[in-house]
């Protein structure tokens, strides 16, 4: 097993070459910190690499072999002190704090999108939203944030300094989106619509499609359309 005291210190990512860890491992950084939290949330102070690997479905090597990359994070014997990990997990990921992001599509996922706290509780606040509907210009998403019109988004990224953006917008339009979101000075995306944008190579982009990964899903079922 391994364990880890509030007494010991861990590297942050700034010591840590970005492009020397796969970025798999970066993608389940986000996973350990979810299961660490819910733990904590149930009352556990100690968890050893098995036990989260349990409830992962992934081994308890790999999880070492992940946060190797960014330090030792204690001896063998005991479990992850639990709130230690969250914290040293948190500054590995920047969200130690809260990102302000900005919301462009005031559709009915835009409005779910706004009105989910999930954001807030984990590092990511929506301080504006956007829409090119002149019908909902002035209407507010979750009751707080007012919708504005797209023409407004290069102002709003530089007064809240944002560099997180989020698409709920029709395939159609994406690209153009995003063009305005990158001229604005956006350096991430979270892209809802079913297309693949073609942004320049700094611009870090995530791709959220339900259907790519239910077909995923559907590939190891036994077929069952409708007739």
Same mark, same amino acid.
Not at 20 to 29: C, F, K, N, Q, S
Not at 65 to 84: R, W
């Given at each position: 097993m391994d364990s880890s ?54 081994s308890s090597a790999q ?34 704090c809260i990102w302000p ?60 300094? &944002? ?61 069952? &359309?409708?007739?």
């Amino acid at each position: 097993m391994d364990s880890s005291t509030l007494e010991e210190t861990t590297p942050a990512l700034a010591s840590v070459a970005r492009d020397a860890i796969p970025d798999i491992v970066i993608g389940r950084l986000p996973v350990y910190l979810r299961t660490l939290k819910l733990l904590a949330a149930e009352g556990h102070e100690v968890a050893s690499s098995q036990e989260l690997g349990e409830r992962l479905g992934i081994s308890s090597a790999q999880i070492r072999k992940d946060l190797s990359h960014f330090g030792e994070f204690g001896k063998q014997g005991t479990g992850y002190n639990v709130a230690y990990l969250c914290k040293q997990l948190e500054k590995i990921l920047k969200v130690d704090c809260i990102w302000p992001v900005v919301l462009v599509g005031a559709g009915y996922l835009g409005h779910a999108l706004a009105a989910y706290n999930g954001f807030e509780n984990r590092g990511f606040r929506i301080v504006a939203a956007f829409d090119n509907d002149p019908k909902k210009i002035g209407l507010r998403l979750a009751d707080s944030i007012e919708i504005e019109p797209d023409s407004n988004i290069a102002a709003n990224v530089a007064k809240h300094k &944002c560099q997180i953006a989020i698409m709920a917008v029709p395939a159609e339009v994406a690209q153009g989106v995003a063009d305005m979101l990158i001229e604005a000075g956006i350096k991430g995306i979270l892209c809802y619509a079913p297309i693949t944008l073609n942004v320049p190579k700094d611009i870090r982009v995530e791709y959220i499609d339900p259907v790519i990964q239910i077909q995923h899903m559907t590939f190891y079922l036994d077929k069952g &359309c409708l007739e």
